[in-house]
């Protein structure tokens, strides 16, 4: 069975070493998803559970930390009413009149 995950490296780990690793990944059944190389060093990836255990053995030395990869969805706004009562509007619509400062 294979879970969903991102891999982050530290950031001294070079570019060519987070590749070997991708393709370790992908040499023992996983499959390789997106790679971020600008805000974090890594890639996310379905990994089968047999090498997640050997991936994660790296945790500390090259590999800041593993994390599970889950899809999340934004819900849809719900609809604005279209007529909106404001508490401070007299019902009979007449302008309110405030006395003038000083008054």
């Known amino acids: 069975m294979s879970g ?4 982050v490296f530290k ?13 370790d990944v992908a040499a023992n059944g ?18 089968p559970d047999a090498y997640l255990s050997q991936l994660q053995s790296f945790t500390g030395s090259v590999i800041d930390y593993i994390g599970t990869s889950t899809a999340h969805s934004i819900a849809p706004t ?11 509007v007299p019902r009979d619509r007449n302008p309110v009149t405030l006395p003038a400062s000083g008054d």
């Open 11 to 23: 950031d001294h780990v070079t570019q060519p070493e987070i590749d070997k690793y991708a393709e």
């Open 78 to 88: 719900p609809p604005i009413p279209s007529l909106l009562v404001c508490p401070f």
């Open 30 to 47: 996983g499959q390789i998803g997106q790679r971020y190389d600008t805000v974090l060093k890594g890639f996310s990836a379905s990994i």
């Open 4 to 7: 969903k995950y991102i891999v």
